[in-house]
Nanobody, 120 residues
Framework: HVQLVEYGGGSAQAGGSLTLSCSVS?????VGWFRQAPGKEREGIAA????????NAADTMRGRAVISKDNTNDTIYLRITNLKPDDTAMYYC?????????????????WGQGTQVTVS
């Protein structure tokens, strides 16, 4: 059974940086980060497969989001730099067990509860 728990959200200053954490339990092949701002559709940010290959959305947070993994504790991180007020959103960690890893939302079958990020 896969469980995902996000940590690290909160308030941040524009121009600063923030690291979100996703604790993963159970087998996953692909873990990704998504976000949903008020009144907007959920959008993919980045994903990482179990072998370490990463995929970033072309337009979402271009060049400002890096996904990584701590192999000692099965935690997936999302480091966001140069924060902007438009980054204010609920951020979700998601995963699936299929073989293709990208940031297409329909592939992800397991979701965390989300963590709120507010940038001012």
């Amino acid at each position: 059974h896969v469980q995902l728990v996000e940590y690290g959200g909160g308030s941040a200053q524009a121009g600063g940086s923030l690291t979100l954490s996703c604790s993963v339990s159970g087998y996953t092949y692909c873990v990704g980060w998504f976000r949903q701002a008020p009144g907007k559709e959920r959008e993919g940010i980045a994903a990482r497969n179990k072998f370490g290959s990463t995929y970033n959305a072309a337009d979402t947070m271009r060049g400002r989001a890096v996904i990584s993994k701590d192999n000692t504790n099965d935690t997936i991180y999302l480091r966001i730099t140069n924060l902007k007020p438009d980054d204010t959103a609920m951020y979700y960690c998601a995963a699936h067990q299929g073989r293709q890893c990208n940031i297409y939302e329909e592939r992800f079958t397991f979701w965390g509860q989300g963590t709120q990020v507010t940038v001012s």
